[in-house]
């Protein structure tokens, strides 16, 4: 079984598509943490991620989408985290 790594795709839609183009054949794709994050497309990049079937980890900047707690991040990056949190659908925030 080949299994594809990914990270930090932090809600890049063009950059996650990329990826996964580039990627060789692999039978299981693993997100290792920040699906989404910083950038403007968290829910496509959710839905994206639903429909190639991912296992995703979360990682801090999912953690602090979902639960609205971003301390410990830099004001950029908690202002990212909370705008990301207004902006996900109800099935991409179960996701």
Known sequence: ???GVIAD?????SAFKAVLEDMPR???IVCAGDLVGYAAEPNEVVDLAKS???QVVMGNHDYAAVTRDARGFN??????????????TIENFKF
């Open 26 to 28: 692999v039978d299981q």
């Open 9 to 13: 795709i932090h809600s890049n839609l």
């Open 1 to 3: 079984m080949k299994i």
């Open 75 to 88: 004001p950029l990056a908690a202002q990212a985290a909370l705008w990301t949190a207004d902006k996900l």
């Open 52 to 54: 190639k079937r991912l």
